[in-house]
């Protein structure tokens, strides 16, 4: 069975500073899908950003990307310019290529941006 | 764009309650998702259906069931509420169609159960 690992419970920076957030996965598959979702303070969770481990280029998506490891089974986001509106719970999770559709997440990181 | 609305925000029930839990999506997704999020332990998965009348149980089914009669809505059910039920309970659905957004998951805001 697959697993996702977030090591970092909480995280906090200044205002435009630039973090990021650490996971790792185990998997014996060789195509698979990662994502970082996102959960503001009471609002829903939403996708952020996703990578195809097939695809050796690194997913960006304006002041997000990831460095994906897959030899070292690791997928880190980074944030460059983090804003208040970045402040969240962050989930890393992991899914099959194909098979079951479902995601298997992480614990979570809740990153606070201070002003 | 894709809207999961789930029926309560805050629900408060005694033990040994039944309570039931709704999910509705718009998008004509297959694929809906129940998952259980706690401090600590992330997201865990429920249940899940890819079709009308299926289901699948997922990591930690134990004092839940499920119901889908129509593909957009998706219901959990906890029989008989225990305290240790007490948690944000999480709707999701996903397209399964080829070249869509293979995997990403659509979520609703969320329904916190507290059972005392």
């Known amino acids: 069975a697959q697993t996702v690992t977030q090591s970092q419970p909480e995280m906090s920076v200044q205002e435009a500073e630039t973090v990021t957030l650490s996971c790792t996965y185990d998997?014996?598959?060789?195509?698979?899908?990662l994502f970082w979702y996102k959960q503001p303070p009471s609002r829903q969770m939403i996708l952020v950003i996703r990578?195809?481990?097939?695809?050796?280029q690194n997913a960006t998506e304006n002041r997000f990307s990831v460095n994906f490891q897959k030899a070292a089974k690791s997928f880190s986001l980074k944030i460059s310019d983090s804003q208040l509106g970045d402040t969240a719970m962050y989930f890393c999770?992991?899914?099959?290529?194909?098979?079951?559709?479902?995601?298997?997440f992480g614990q979570g990181t809740r990153l606070t941006i201070n002003p | 764009d894709v809207k999961v609305t789930q029926s309560s925000r805050y629900l408060v029930k005694r033990t040994g309650e039944k309570v039931f839990l709704e999910c509705v999506q718009d998008?004509?997704?297959?694929?809906m998702f129940w998952y259980r999020q706690d401090p600590g332990l992330g997201l865990r998965l429920i249940y899940f259906s890819y079709d009308v009348k299926m289901k699948e149980k997922g990591d930690i089914p134990e004092g839940y069931s499920v119901s889908r009669e129509k593909k957009e809505r998706f219901s959990l059910i906890l029989e008989s509420a225990s305290t240790n039920q007490t948690s944000m309970y999480l709707c999701?659905?996903?397209?399964?169609?080829?070249?869509?957004?293979?995997?990403?998951?659509?979520f609703g805001e969320g329904s916190r159960l507290t059972v005392l």
């Open positions: 990578q195809e481990a097939y695809k050796q």
């Open positions: 998997t014996s598959e060789n195509n698979y899908y």
């Open positions: 999770a992991f899914k099959r290529y194909q098979g079951a559709q479902k995601l298997v």
């Open positions: 998008m004509d997704h297959e694929n």
């Open positions: 999701a659905s996903s397209s399964m169609l080829a070249g869509g957004p293979t995997g990403e998951l659509f």
